[in-house]
């Protein structure tokens, strides 16, 4: 038997920017079904276990409210839930993970705990249900429209949800071949665009951004918490890839690529309760959740580090254009190298003191909700990008490209300006920032300006009730590179949400909004309204 239901808005995946999503249309008092495959929502935040990648601005300027507002109250929940020294307490900005990589580093558990809790009054009232556990399958569409969308959940138990308004806020665009709508993968050829950083030759599907099982750790001097020497370790022990530009040696290595004149970059690990040489920049801090120091019950609580390296990139298989047997075994692979990465850190690692491999080194599956220390699931740089009726690509925010096509900058931002879409439902910012490619690419690091988030790049050309609320937007494989951090994926979110719930309220189409000059303005400022920025002070 299927169950069967309908709701106004249906939103298939409770990701950073489901999340967002269900609380637009909550606010709005449009009932919305949120169906989420593994036990938390949050996506990046939470079961992909990645710290927040942020902009300079987020603090101030560079989010929306709604997501200053959780940010707000992660901080309040560790106010509120740990005992913390008086300087923490103090500290406007806290950062309870004290980690270097963002303003925000905080165990994912937290996060799924306090974006449950922004959930709740709107479950409580009827409007938001939230179902996890549910993986989509298949789709009814009807011309056009989408009609409703299957469901198969852990226990096997099938569900079908109609909807007017379908948002797909997948981490791999998951509705897009399911229902018939337009989608890329891969890179685009520099013909296709014009961008400055793209390949040279056709576009090329194979030309896919690694990804990433993370996995979280505390260390025990003294103690061994070795886990059994995996099948491949051997392997990737040895394992030198063949990039370009070329990598600096094996990939388990404290020396990693970078943009450089030398190309090359040494990070070590000082694990707790070492502390490195003032000034240093090191791996264990580099994403660290759990900061002993801040609490005054330290001893409770030791350092936990997350672990998000390029040494754990998964590059050697794609996982979207190829059957279902091959994105498994690929899945299979990376979650293996991540394994292998580890035990090379407990056995054959260099250490800081100068001798061989961190046995103390201990998984923390507490801290992401897994019994065996990995994350729910694996963290996804790139999806199915919608072909949509905007595509962003590197001539709209590449810094390099744009000063060199003679844009003027602006003082206020160093990395110049962006363009100035005028349907803009949001703000973003963060370096293009492309990991190694299962084409052999090497990464790609380079400034973009502070941009604006078109409301065509969420729109796609034909289907005309679906909106994509995630990472899988109107985007080139080039400018994923920026669009794909959390902030934005948040923004694309809830603007997603609020355009969805508008059209259900005035009974119109996503289109319909998008072709009037006079009905994207009106919907701006409700967004303005709502605490959503569409431009930057700057501009």
Not at 167 to 192: Q, R, S, V
Not at 379 to 391: G, H, Q, S, V
């Amino acid at each position: 038997m299927t169950s069967e239901q309908r709701t106004q808005v249906l939103i298939v995946g409770g990701g950073t920017g489901g999340v967002a999503a269900a609380l637009a249309c909550a606010a709005r008092g449009v009932s919305c079904v949120v169906a989420e495959p593994t036990a938390w929502v949050g996506g990046q935040l939470t079961s992909q276990a990645v710290p927040a990648d942020e902009n300079q601005w987020v603090e101030t300027v560079g989010a929306t409210r709604r997501y200053q507002e959780f940010r707000d109250r992660v901080r309040g929940w560790y106010r509120a839930n740990r005992r913390l020294n008086p300087e923490a307490l103090a500290a406007t900005a806290l950062n309870p993970g004290g980690g270097w990589v963002s303003r925000l580093c905080i165990e994912p558990r937290i996060a799924h705990e306090v974006l449950m809790e922004m959930l709740r009054p709107f479950e409580q009232a009827g409007v938001v249900t939230v179902r996890t556990g549910w993986t989509p399958t298949g789709a009814d569409v009807d011309g056009d429209h989408v009609r409703s969308v299957t469901f198969k959940d852990d226990a096997g138990g099938a569900h079908t949800v109609s909807a007017g308004v379908v948002l797909d806020a997948t981490e791999l665009g998951d509705l897009y071949p399911m229902c018939g709508i337009g989608h890329a993968i891969g890179a685009e050829g520099k013909a296709a665009f014009g961008e400055l950083h793209a390949p040279d030759g056709p576009d090329d599907p194979i030309d896919q951004q690694a990804f990433s099982w993370c996995f979280a750790m505390e260390h025990r001097p003294g103690e061994n918490h070795r886990i059994a020497k995996p099948s491949r370790y051997d392997w990737w022990r040895a394992y030198v890839p063949e990039m370009t530009p070329k990598w600096p040696g094996p990939l388990f290595s404290w020396v990693v690529p970078s943009h450089n004149e030398e190309g090359r970059r040494e990070f070590g690990l000082v694990p707790w309760p070492d502390l490195p040489r003032e000034g240093t920049r090191e791996l264990w801090r580099y994403r660290r959740i759990v900061e002993s120091a801040i609490h005054a019950d330290s001893a409770l609580h030791p350092d936990v580090s997350l672990v998000n390296w390029v040494q754990m990139d998964y590059w050697l298989k794609p996982l979207l254009g190829v059957s279902a047997a091959e994105a498994a075994s690929a899945l299979a692979e990376a979650r293996e190298q991540s394994r292998c990465l580890l035990y090379w850190m407990q056995t054959d690692a260099p250490t800081h003191e100068g001798g061989t491999g961190y046995p103390g080194l201990k998984l923390r599956g507490d801290e992401l909700g897994t019994d065996d220390g990995f994350a729910m699931a694996p963290y996804i740089r790139e999806p199915r990008r919608l072909k949509a009726r905007t595509i962003v690509h590197e001539g709209h925010i590449g810094s390099d490209q744009r000063v060199a096509e003679g844009r003027p900058k602006q003082d206020a931002s160093p990395f110049g300006c962006a363009e100035a879409f005028t349907d803009s439902v949001g703000i973003g910012h963060y370096t293009l920032d492309l990991h190694p490619s299962t084409s052999g690419r090497n990464s790609v690091y380079v400034p973009a300006a502070p941009f604006r988030i078109p409301m065509g790049a969420l729109i796609p050309t034909r289907v005309r009730n679906v909106l994509a609320a995630g990472k899988g937007i109107g985007v080139t494989h080039i400018t994923n590179g920026c669009y794909r951090m959390h902030t934005v994926e948040w923004n694309v979110g809830e603007s997603a949400g609020a355009l969805a719930a508008k059209c259900v309220l005035e009974k119109t189409e996503p289109h319909a909004v998008h072709a009037s000059a006079e009905a994207v303005e009106e919907f701006q400022r409700e967004l303005v309204a709502a605490g959503v920025r569409i431009s930057w002070p700057w501009e």
